[in-house]
């Protein structure tokens, strides 16, 4: 009788990983309002959204914020906007990642002043900070300093939370943005571990620790990743770097508590995948990418945060952002998934993947060892051109319908969607007058504050910078002085300088096969036509750093022919112009996918009629909503390209045609 009692007895549950959106938009006020509402829904942790001009360091008057404030995230230019944020929000009860890189001293130093002005423990405060620069010079673009400085602010805000916030994890390494360059699960693998290894390198290095706490420290170390379509190999992929991080954190680092070696990882699935076509058919893709980091017990994330079926189309609303959220309410609560063990231990499928995932992976992180680590592969462009490189790959296998999508290259008869209908388009717009008002407000800001004690902290931070002393003390005091996210960046611009890191462009390898024979014609025609070869220029305005639609396109237009000028990322309209006025190009191509394209587009044609360049065509492409997509060709734009635009063969005899 004992034994069928026991039989009855229901398995003792796992607890559910965090559940987060990742949410921010418009004004910290609303952006408050929307985080409460989420957590009253079942949320168990926020996730922040900072705007660009937040992430790369100006303040909302700046002009390389033109456009740009409160786009894809919340603006906080202050202590002010950081207390508005987080009202009515105890710090000290929850767990807050925020994705913040270049400017993360600075944004944490604003969320510790706050939780000071609360009364919270700072040593209870539970959260994340992205943290990972070199990901930033890969794929995402909001880097602002060269790889040592930026390496250097890493290891003082370890060093800082490993004796003041031990709960908090100070890096985040972030592979997540990889695989949405591009990256095969081996260069995510590589690269994400090498970008471990060389922070904890620099950590040993500077002495912030001594070497009986460093294990606890490496411990905190937590990392962020993507899964895709590809179910059985992202399992394994995530089964793949438990075991390679327990390898590198035992044989090279010498951690010797097994709980210190875990490999504590939060995700965001696919946002690459998700397709303007048939939009609806997100929601499948979103849930089986789920299933890749919840399904495998031993590499379960700890925090999950799921894509909105709509982002394909522009900014999730909150009803969007809510149906993401009961996806992993559902698969927590409503399946016994988290009464069982691993469920693939033993399988020789999954262990033979596994496997050779591992087998890959320690090939390429030894070819970048041989190179000195992973900044001087950023610094010579080697991991930037093989993410370039595995990104054309993709494009052409979508492209050649090898890499099938449903809705795009196969089944694309379709009925309307009603879920991308009514008012609002199925997305949420940001109102414009947001950037108004944050300019407003950060003048009268200005003139309120004390402005011998911002003097006094920002000559404190400038010599901490400068004398290699720990920066985290002084943004603190800066922080609460009322120093401004833009006065902030540029004393640290002052001191460390700025940074352009390698497009990868000119080094990735061409493509010369037969299906772009008929494409250089196009082009050859109209450069006769011209008298000279076509040249054009892809510029990206604003601060926007996604740069992979654009690398792309560059990468294409060279391999049809043309010349092309590509000179990165981050460029205001003015230095486009001028650029497009020395080099002579025949036509300008603008990639813009921050939903800014409104104004920066605006800007640029403005710029181009007044030097004389109003018969240059430009086309635009990016996440453009179709009545966008209208006002531009109103104003004079020649083409609109968005990502149901994939035939980037079909882009380049357009756009030869165009200037022929």
Request: proline share 4%.
């Amino acid at each position: 009788m004992e034994d069928a009692k026991a039989d009855e007895r229901k398995p003792e549950k796992d607890r559910p990983w965090i559940f987060r959106t990742y949410a921010g938009h418009s004004t910290a006020k609303d952006s408050n309002a929307l985080y409460r509402m989420n957590l009253s829904k079942g949320q168990t942790g926020l996730s922040v959204a900072f705007d660009l001009p937040t992430q790369t360091g100006y303040d909302p008057d700046h002009v390389l914020a033109r456009g740009e404030v409160g786009k894809v995230g919340v603006p906080i230019a202050h202590i002010g906007d950081m207390r508005a944020l987080f009202a009515d929000i105890p710090l000290e009860q929850m767990n807050t990642s925020m994705t913040i890189n270049a400017t993360a001293a600075w944004l944490l130093a604003l969320y510790i002043a706050v939780a000071d002005e609360q009364g919270a423990d700072r040593a209870k405060l539970s959260g994340t900070t992205q943290n990972d620069l070199i990901k930033e010079y890969l794929s995402r673009g909001t880097y602002v300093f060269p790889p040592k400085p930026s390496l250097r602010l890493t290891t003082d805000i370890i060093g800082f939370t490993y004796r003041e916030m031990p709960k908090f994890n100070p890096m985040n390494v972030c592979s997540y943005h990889l695989q949405e360059a591009g990256a095969t699960p081996v260069q995510e693998l590589a690269f994400a571990l090498s970008t471990a290894i060389a922070v904890l390198d620099a950590v040993k290095d500077s002495g912030v620790l001594s070497d009986e706490d460093f294990p606890k420290a490496v411990g905190r170390i937590s990392f962020f990743v993507n899964a895709g379509m590809r179910f059985v190999t992202e399992i394994c992929k995530m089964r793949a770097f438990c075991d390679l991080w327990d390898e590198i954190c035992l044989e090279r680092y010498g951690v010797e508590e097994e709980r210190y070696r875990r490999f504590r990882y939060g995700v965001q699935v696919n946002s690459l995948g998700l397709t303007e076509q048939q939009p609806e058919n997100n929601v499948y893709r979103i849930l089986i990418e789920m299933l890749a980091v919840v399904l495998s017990k031993k590499a379960r994330a700890r925090a999950v945060q799921l894509p909105a079926w709509n982002e394909a189309l522009g900014l999730p609303r909150s009803w969007d952002q809510q149906w993401s959220l009961r996806m992993q309410q559902i698969m927590a609560f409503e399946t016994d998934l988290l009464e069982f063990g691993d469920i693939f231990d033993g399988s020789k499928e999954i262990d033979a993947k596994v496997e050779a995932l591992k087998k890959e992976a320690r090939a390429e992180m030894e070819r970048i060892e041989e190179m000195g680590g992973a900044i001087p592969a950023i610094e010579s462009s080697y991991m930037k051109q093989k993410l370039v490189e595995a990104n054309a790959k993709r494009f052409e296998g979508i492209e050649g319908g090898e890499q099938i999508l449903v809705g795009v290259n196969k089944y694309v008869e379709s009925e309307p969607s009603p879920l991308a209908t009514g008012e609002d388009n199925g997305i949420l717009t940001v109102d414009p007058q947001v950037e108004e008002q944050a300019v407003v407000r950060i003048k009268a800001w200005r003139e309120a504050r004390d402005d011998a004690a911002v003097k006094a902290a920002l000559d404190d931070l400038r010599t901490a910078a400068k004398t290699g002393a720990n920066v985290m003390e002084p943004s603190i005091v800066c922080a609460k002085a009322g120093v401004t996210t833009g006065e902030w960046g540029q004393v640290l611009r002052d001191v460390f300088g700025e940074y352009r890191a390698p497009t990868g462009v000119g080094k990735a390898a061409r493509s010369d096969g037969e299906e772009l024979d008929d494409v250089r014609a196009a082009v050859n025609a109209a450069s006769e036509t011209l008298g000279r070869r076509l040249k054009i220029l892809v510029g990206k305005p604003g601060l926007d750093g996604h740069s992979n639609g654009a690398e792309q396109i560059a990468v294409r237009a060279r391999d049809s022919g043309m010349e092309v000028v590509y000179q990165g990322i981050r460029l205001t309209p003015a230095q486009i112009v001028n650029t497009a006025l020395e080099e002579g190009v025949h036509v300008i191509g603008l990639s813009i996918l921050s939903g800014s394209h409104l104004a920066l587009v605006g800007d640029v044609m403005t710029q181009m009629k007044a030097a004389g360049l109003d018969d240059v065509p430009v086309v635009v492409g990016g996440i453009i909503p179709p009545d966008d997509a209208a006002i531009l060709k109103q104003a004079g734009v020649a083409a609109v390209y968005t990502p149901k635009d994939f035939q980037l063969n079909e882009i380049m005899r357009h756009i030869a045609s165009l200037v022929a």
